[in-house]
């Protein structure tokens, strides 16, 4: 009897022991998993529109209102599909709601196709590259999308939501609207060379599709 006691708590030991180790081994794998994701937003892709999912989500409404009650700003938005919106979110906007309602309509537009740029642009993309100078839709206004201290920055604008991606292209939730005047150019580099659109460093050509479309877009990068 003796024997037999102890043989069963040698097994129970034994089971305890096995039960911790499976512990460890879980939290050593599991760690750098989400350590990765936390560096690098992982893609929610949807077979939803962008704009259905910007509408679900709720903290674009101000943003989807402005877009579809301005002339010409969806339209010129789907007929570049697909497309990266920086989308500020209901507190950005009124944030400066004053400023927004003596706007006219025309600069109204211009506000808000000056958020988004054609093709697909992922957070991965803008840590890869360290900064880059991307062209809005109307095709006068510049934004600087860098990766500095831990956060993809849009401007002055800080990217609090990225890779909400969908039929048309990609989101990416910012704390700010993007107003002109705020563009800065990527850091130089090390050459003392900055690269620009039309004749300098860049990226290969990616090709990306969207709402069963392709396009083929060229980032200029830049090293911090």
Known sequence: EIQQHYQQQHHHHHLQYNKFNMKIITASILLPLLLLSAVAPQIVSSQQSIIDLAAADGKYGTLLGA????????????????????????????????????????????ILAGH??????????????????????????????????????????????????????????????ILPGTFRRCPRQKSGKRGSKRGGASAPTTTTSGGGKNSKRRIMQQQL
């Open 67 to 110: 877009v579809t009650n301005t002339p010409g700003v969806l339209d010129s938005i789907a007929s570049n599909f697909p497309v990266t919106i920086f989308a500020p979110t209901n507190d950005a906007f009124a944030a400066i709601a004053p400023t927004v309602s003596q706007l006219e309509t025309n600069a109204l537009a211009n």
């Open 116 to 177: 988004v740029v054609q093709g697909v642009f992922t957070a991965q993309d803008v840590i890869n590259a360290g900064c880059v100078e991307l062209t809005s839709l109307t095709g006068a206004d510049h934004l600087r999308v860098m990766y500095k201290d831990g956060s993809v920055m849009v401007n002055d604008a800080r990217v609090i939501q990225p890779n909400i991606a969908g039929e048309g292209g990609i989101i990416h939730g910012i704390d700010k609207v």
